[in-house]
């Protein structure tokens, strides 16, 4: 059968752009450890890491600072990518991502009320405050969308976000505006960055990610379902309010580890989706590990480049993200016709 | 015999043009209860008589002096600019939103309040300059952006598809600057911005007002006309094609005049939080598919703006916010609300 064959072709090829995926992201990470104010050759990244000597200024540097940083760096890529590939099938739009469906606000708010009513100012509680705004936001959102007769459908679902990004935002201009104390201190967390995080950071939103990520490539089939429309998916015998729920489950988890680790980053899990579907095609079985793959590559490239790029100081890597990856998605957009959702 | 005949259709059309009247008139009496409340409330509250009689002022001659200035110096250029910039808000919500066939998809999601946003901060944080020049950087920066989205956008002509992702790449390039600018910059400087960034009636001046009004009287005919082509739009880009229909000029046309209005407005009271955004879903769904709802959202927008304004001055007995920190509540609670209610969610937009 040559459409079986062609389709096993096919399949063999993504496989293998999948795997050089992964050396490209292997690279990036030896990168990511010798770069920085101070370069470290790759051998003696590899003693300070094998050493147990405290002492040396290298062992501090790779442990304290490069090593976080870029577990850190690929945890949260990872979850955005699929968080925002995620997000899209299940409301197939293709705005759909962590900022436009309330997570990040809701994260945003729950960080400026802690840091402007109770002083928290340490990143390690932000994580906890960051990753309960963003699950209590997605469930109200949630909730909101599947009251009414039909159900959330898609269509629900990305205008309960998006209203209740906007609630949201409301209330932290409003904080910020009359406190300068609070504005002083999140203008640097709401950028974005892998700067100052800890291990125990990567350590607390390790596990989330790692069931997050699970639960997301787990949900392949259901995506697939969804993405040919409810009546379809629900006539094939697809559960569609259950896949729905799953789904989001999975994305909340993902983009709630995200944004508590690296600060509200918008600009990956909304186009890294949309660079993988053009080169696998609209399977999700595919376009849920690229997407897996190229995130942290896009964060962890951007934030090497934010080391060097202004010397002596640092850009975050929410900025450099952003001004690196848009000009590659728009030219993408512009050459290849993108498959819709 | 056949079972939709002549009589049956137009008992629906008549029944669907009633539904269409019915929330036409309650948008407006609702536009006008809010306006007499905006004219009476304040610090100085001034009665309904006084109200009429400084109006007619200028005929009468039975003048009040300190009155007269509250009412036609402070309150009347405060309406004014609350209903012309909403309206202008909500017409370049649905336009956008109707144009591109996603409902997420309006000039503040895109990358036009964007562009307009980061052209004022630039104005603001690196320049230094405050008030009119800020805000014709804004609405620079608004032309700008859309411009570039749309030349970016274009390869043989534009699809809806490509318009909203390229706007989603530009939105995320405007807003990583802005937040660059902001990590940069003095603090003092950073809450000027903020502030302009949430965008507020407080400093309406007349002449605003003039602009506005100017604008929406040259683009209301024009949309008159545009209109017609959206049935074609609505087919989509594929199918419209295969009908012979030509997008282009439409589309272009409405582009242009939603573009014109998002940046008119914005640079009048800077941009406005999500009034484009909400305008358009919440007039659909009270239209509950008796039309685009294309007028009714210009009258939504208004409202919104007004009665987000009226609870920015009073809703804190001792603090007035700027306008802009309750929009985005109070026209985002009005959505949620609709959506809750309203049954079916119909068209896709």
Known sequence: MPAAQANRKTGRATGLGLAL??????????????????????????????SADPSSAEYRIIWDLRLPRTVVGVLAGAALGLAGAVLQGATRNPLADPSILGINAGAALFVVVGVSAFGITQLNLYVWLAFAGAGLAMLVVYAVASLGREGATPIKLALAGAAM???????????????????????????????GRSMDIAIQVGPFILVGAVLALASARLLDGLS?????????????????ALAGLAAVILAGSAVAAAGPIAFVGLTVPHVARAITGPGYRWILPYSMLMAPILLLGADVIGRVIAPPGEVQVGIVTAFTGAPFFIALVRRRKLAAL | MSAIDASSIAAIRRRRDNKSRRVTLALVAALLAASIAALILGDFPVPPEEILRSLLSPFTGLTNRGVDFIVLQVRVPRLFLALLSGAAFGLSGIIFQTLLRNPLASPDIIGIAHGASAAAVFSIVVLGWTGLATSLCAFAGALLTAFTIYLLAWRNGVTAYRVVLIGIGAAAMLSAAISYLFTRARLVDVQQAMAWLVGSLNAARPGDSIVLAAMLLVTLPLLLVLVRGLDGLELGDDTARALGISLEPTRLG?????????????????PVGFVAFVSGPIARRLMGGAGRGIAQSALVGALVMLVSDLLAQHALPDMQLPAGVVTGGFGAVFLLWLLVVSGRSGRVN
């Open chain 2, 254 to 270: 409405l582009m242009l005049t939603g573009v014109a209005l998002a940046a008119f407005a914005t640079a009048a009271v800077g």
């Open chain 1, 165 to 195: 990004t906007a609630i949201m935002q409301a209330v932290i201009n409003a904080i910020l505006l009359t406190s300068p104390r609070t504005l002083d201190e999140v203008r640097f967390w709401q950028v974005g960055s892998l700067a």
């Open chain 1, 228 to 244: 040919m429309g409810d009546d379809i998916a629900r006539s094939l015998g697809q559960r569609i309010g259950l896949s729905r």
């Open chain 1, 21 to 50: 995926l992964g050396a490209a992201l292997f690279a990036l990470v030896l990168l990511s450890m010798t770069t920085g104010a101070r370069p470290i050759p790759l051998d003696m990244v590899w003693s300070a890491l094998m």
